[in-house]
């Protein structure tokens, strides 16, 4: 076997998050550690922040978290209710469901919008349920990470304002990689984190919050301290954090976004947009189905389902030990069926070709039959077409 | 001025924390990201659940927290409490205060023993105070940073338990420069972070928990989701987390809990008492008075007092923007009275005779009388003395 000449293995990091780093950006968390209540660090922070508005396209406030995107997003449930106050989650994946288990432990009276796993939310059924329910709030997941669609955020945005909800984004793995228009498609609070398209290691976590989240903040009584909104804006404020800040990652954001913002998000979502495309073509092009709708704007991991004969389970260790390469499995059930490929932040054409390639080469040893090469091909000249509408 | 003539400067991180980290432990932050459901990471945070279980000194769970001391500490009381729970909170400066904070934000029912900032607990009052308030639980901090006093945790530890109460212990900076015997002096609860005598950057914080901590969690009713110690301990024992921790703090922390421990707890003990009986010495001997009593426990950090005609927040910064040292100021009331000087962690006594000569200069410059010399030569021969008792 010629894989087994490989002494020193190199791996490939195709997870939706954490994903690859870029080295730059590694360097920068080697540097020596600096006081989070000196001048160096607040001139960093401020930095970071200018930045991140520049991300989430807004004139608001955007804070900063050490914590994962499950605490940005608690952050959101504890600053914005009552208990007993009552929301819409809208969900279809692991993540929907995590925001709901997430409220319900908050004591907020939960109404689901619910569709099977691997469906789009139509915003016309968030309306609907929000006359329905009365709800004052409603969740919606952007990326649903375990399926890979991307839902209509801005269609969506428009029907929760037309029925007078305050709407929350989860756009963990979506921010930096398809367009999220905090301002102008007036999100009242949207969540991300460090680790996916902004390109940075896991440890930081970020809330943009709008003029209408800070007032439903004043009068939320639930209970918060290391995730209070106003204390930590306060500090911000200053440049520094109410306690002790992840300032080495703090330390690698920044250069992470410099590298971001300086090459353009518009270029990023153009990127993105083509790796998306690339891969489900890649995929269809071996025979394989994509476990969600084939659509332009899920352009951040891609969720494929394996021929019947094939434990997704099986293919996914097989890329991980044989070829260093760690693609996802399949949550819960899927676990077998379906393997997802991230294709977000510090990423090309070629880690795409390398995926497939690997991909076809394990299906064909496992007796599938597919035309050698045709993956490859195929991804890069979708990876140059024109987007279809 | 010779000064002038360094064109570049050199820094000294002389805070009580963040503290300087090792440079191994710095480059093991700018390793590739690696995915934190895969065997790798596996492998990486048991070794450093198991070093960190031998730095608590417990055969019970440590939790990982990606959050700062202060989330790690809201977990404890996320975890143990219902609402209008009775606790004793001992409180001799800025954390006692802090958890105080906290504690009402979640709605217990709190009482305070109270010292004036840079007194030392007494064990026998928190016993008297348990009984006179039926409190439940304790909470104590075991290094107050803000004044510098340790407090005799072992001795607490046993009046709270005599009480019936449990006991919360924030040894955020304590935890690996002074004895913190968590099995031995059966403390309920320990918290503690990265970025302290831990010799690695801020990010990760730590909660060791005891079966009665377990036994209390199951009974308590406050929200928790992100902290949730039961869920946490579900995944850790599978080697990762319930949401994407800081990975690359993770590796670091796992490089500098392996040389803590290959050196040796008990010689990082009596490093850090020698560290600080040369701090207090050396000070004393440039004729500046201790905010605090004058302990051999307290070898974290020194709280001194400036010379009447000096203004602390001054000579803080003149260390800072001349010599490119970083001490921490007074908080409060005593920002104009109050210089801290940090000797944990990575931390040895030249820097120590770093620190006080740099600051016999600038006190000489001000006006000050003082043999010159002195500071330094006092804390050298006070470094190798033996322990007074």
């Not at 954090?241 to 300086?262: C, E």
């Not at 073509?281 to 021929?307: C, H, Q, Y």
């Not at 080469?361 to 509408?389: K, S």
Request: with cysteine.
């Amino acid at each position: 076997m010629i894989y087994a000449l490989a002494m020193l293995q190199k791996t490939y990091l195709m997870s939706p998050g954490p994903t690859t780093v870029p080295a730059e950006v590694l360097a920068a968390g080697a540097r020596q550690v600096i006081h989070h209540r000196g001048s160096e660090f607040r001139e960093l922070m401020g930095r970071c922040l200018e930045r991140l508005r520049d991300v989430f396209r807004t004139e608001g406030d955007v804070l900063v978290f050490t914590a994962s995107g499950t605490g940005a997003f608690e952050s959101a449930v504890a600053n914005l209710f009552s208990p007993g106050d009552r929301v819409l989650a809208v969900t279809a994946g692991e993540f929907g469901d995590r925001w709901i288990a997430m409220a319900k432990a908050y004591g907020l009276d939960v109404h689901e919008l619910r569709y099977a796993w691997g469906e789009t939310p139509r915003p016309s059924d968030v309306a609907e349920r929000l006359r329905e329910t009365g709800a004052g709030t409603a969740f919606v997941v952007h990326s649903e990470t375990s399926t890979g669609v991307v839902c209509d955020l801005e269609a969506i945005a428009v029907e929760a304002r037309s029925a007078g909800a305050l709407l929350v984004v989860d756009a963990v793995s979506s921010l930096g990689a398809v367009p999220v228009e905090t301002d102008a498609w007036g999100l009242d609070v949207v969540v991300s984190g460090s680790q996916k398209a902004l390109m940075t290691p896991p440890g930081l976590s970020f809330a943009a919050v709008s003029q209408a989240g800070w007032q439903r903040a004043a009068e939320a009584s639930l209970p918060r301290f290391y995730f209070d909104w106003a204390k930590l804006r306060k500090a911000l404020e200053h440049g520094s954090t109410p306690s002790t800040p992840a300032v080495s990652v703090v330390a690698q954001l920044d250069v992470a976004l410099g590298l971001l913002l300086d090459a353009g998000l518009e270029a990023a979502f153009a990127r993105h947009a083509a790796l998306g495309r690339a891969c489900r073509e890649g995929a269809k092009a071996m025979g394989l189905s994509l476990f969600s709708p084939d659509e332009e704007r899920s352009a951040v991991v891609t969720a494929i389902r394996v021929p019947e004969s094939v434990d997704a389970r099986e293919l996914v260790r097989s890329l991980r030990d044989r070829f260093g390469i760690t693609v996802a499995g399949g949550h819960g059930e899927l676990a077998s069926r379906v393997f997802r490929v991230g294709h977000i932040g510090h990423y090309d054409i070629f880690d795409i070709t390398t995926t497939l390639a690997a991909v076809e080469e394990l299906l064909v040893e496992a007796g599938a039959e597919i035309e050698r090469g045709v993956a490859v091909a195929r991804a890069l000249e979708a990876y140059d077409q024109p987007a279809r509408v």
